[in-house]
């Protein structure tokens, strides 16, 4: 099955900056639309950056969302601490018809 | 407001089955595509399944044989049989709702233990 890479985890103190990678195959994050969510603690996900770079409404301009070749990375500056969640990629895997979701990073604000 | 509710979670025994249900509300559910995505304890999200509004479906391999993804528009509902069901399929599953490319609705989940 096809994996979308990225680091366990980030932290940074409130107000700073952070970003997060998501690494794929050029027949995944290549070729596909990269989606962002957020699970907060004990919660559903929740969508946080679609179509690599929008943000739906409601979702602060303080998350941004960037693609290049076969990577994906999420940036979230203004660091508050109710950032601190699990956050993945995911994007739809065309040879594989599958939808496949990254690995996961936690976001921890200092 | 865009609603999904997941129903028919519990426990069960390892090899026995279980029904789940993502019941919708707040959109035109038949023109919909809707998946099922779980979480083990601890651990990341899975995709599972989805079921387009054309009836498409698709599976990830780890459930293709076993799991059986099925729409009612006229109850505005998406099913998920389990079937020989393992320990490693203990996770609280997820529907959400597809919009291009992306899930932009979920629901609040519902868990399935499978005891051995």
């Known amino acids: 099955q096809s994996v979308l890479t990225q680091p366990p985890s980030v932290s940074a103190a409130p107000g700073q900056k952070v970003t997060i990678s998501c690494s794929g195959s050029?027949?995944?994050?290549?070729?596909?639309?990269v989606s962002w969510y957020q699970q907060l603690p004990g919660t559903a996900p929740k969508l946080l950056i679609y179509?690599?770079?929008k943000r739906p409404s409601g979702i602060p301009d303080r998350f941004s969302g960037s693609k290049s070749g076969t990577s994906a990375t999420l940036g979230i500056t203004g660091l508050q601490t109710g950032d601190e969640a699990e956050y993945y990629c995911?994007?739809?895997?065309?040879?594989?018809?599958?939808?496949?979701f990254g690995t996961g990073t936690k976001v921890t604000v200092l | 407001e865009v609603q999904l509710v997941e129903s028919g979670g519990g426990l069960v025994q390892a090899g026995g089955s279980l029904r789940l249900s993502c019941s919708a509300s707040?959109?035109?559910?038949?023109?919909?595509?809707i998946n099922w995505v779980r979480q083990a304890p601890g651990e990341g999200l899975e995709w599972l399944s989805c079921?387009?509004?054309?009836?498409?479906?698709y599976y990830t391999d780890s459930v293709k044989g076993r799991f059986t993804i099925s729409r009612d528009n006229a109850e505005n509902s998406v099913f998920l049989q389990m079937n020989s069901l393992t320990v490693e399929d203990t996770a609280v599953y997820y529907c959400?709702?597809?919009?291009?490319?992306?899930?932009?609705?979920w629901g609040q989940g519902t868990l399935v233990t499978v005891s051995s």
């Open positions: 959400a709702r597809t919009t291009g490319s992306y899930r932009d609705h």
């Open positions: 707040g959109f035109t559910f038949s023109s919909s595509e």
């Open positions: 079921i387009t509004s054309s009836g498409s479906i």
């Open positions: 050029s027949s995944i994050i290549g070729n596909a639309l």
């Open positions: 179509e690599n770079n």
């Open positions: 995911g994007a739809w895997d065309g040879p594989l018809e599958a939808y496949v």
